[in-house]
């Protein structure tokens, strides 16, 4: 009797008994393309290039076991929020949040958490987007990036708590 030296658990089966293939993350492998490209614009000094430095994505895909769920849950992951977020204040508005579907017929459904979640930050003074693939990506962030600096009125709020960095 054989050894089994693969710790994995054997792939699914479809219904002729063939295994499953492996999914493809379209999305994830979009969105790496798409921050590679931004940080070509900001090496090459485009008018989008600044959003490279201030852009990060927020965590929230994928699976994970349950317990590891729990904890980041315990820590402040929510549920639908968008997959990249530009800090930069822009055409009125206090930054982007952008949700990035693969480009059509590989796009997902946008999620009811998904579309709360744009309305609740578009309700609080953020541009809020929904993307179909790369090249509308491209297109939001271009267009955004394009707007104005968004001016401030007023003085700044001092705030006194927390510790000097």
């Given at each position: 009797m054989a050894l089994n030296t693969n710790p994995r658990?054997?792939?699914a089966r479809t219904a002729s008994g063939k295994p499953r293939k492996k999914p493809v993350d379209w999305e994830g492998q979009e969105q790496t393309r798409l921050m590679l490209w931004l940080r070509g614009e900001f090496n090459r000094g485009t008018a989008v290039g600044p959003a490279h430095e201030h852009t990060y994505a927020v965590p929230n895909g994928g699976s994970r076991h349950?317990?590891?769920a729990a904890k980041m849950k315990a820590q402040g992951v929510r549920s639908g929020v968008s997959d990249l977020v530009i800090a930069i204040p822009r055409g009125g508005y206090h930054g982007l949040y952008l949700e990035l579907k693969a480009t059509p017929p590989r796009d997902a459904d946008l999620a009811e958490s998904q579309?709360?979640?744009l309305e609740r930050m578009e309700a609080a003074g953020y541009c809020a987007k929904l993307a179909l693939g790369i090249?509308?990506?491209k297109q939001v962030i271009g267009e955004y990036m394009a707007a104005p600096m968004t001016a401030t009125?007023?003085?700044k709020e001092i705030i006194v708590a927390g510790t000097d960095w």
């Amino acid at each position: 009797m054989a050894l089994n030296t693969n710790p994995r658990k054997p792939r699914a089966r479809t219904a002729s008994g063939k295994p499953r293939k492996k999914p493809v993350d379209w999305e994830g492998q979009e969105q790496t393309r798409l921050m590679l490209w931004l940080r070509g614009e900001f090496n090459r000094g485009t008018a989008v290039g600044p959003a490279h430095e201030h852009t990060y994505a927020v965590p929230n895909g994928g699976s994970r076991h349950g317990l590891e769920a729990a904890k980041m849950k315990a820590q402040g992951v929510r549920s639908g929020v968008s997959d990249l977020v530009i800090a930069i204040p822009r055409g009125g508005y206090h930054g982007l949040y952008l949700e990035l579907k693969a480009t059509p017929p590989r796009d997902a459904d946008l999620a009811e958490s998904q579309r709360v979640w744009l309305e609740r930050m578009e309700a609080a003074g953020y541009c809020a987007k929904l993307a179909l693939g790369i090249e509308q990506a491209k297109q939001v962030i271009g267009e955004y990036m394009a707007a104005p600096m968004t001016a401030t009125l007023g003085e700044k709020e001092i705030i006194v708590a927390g510790t000097d960095w």
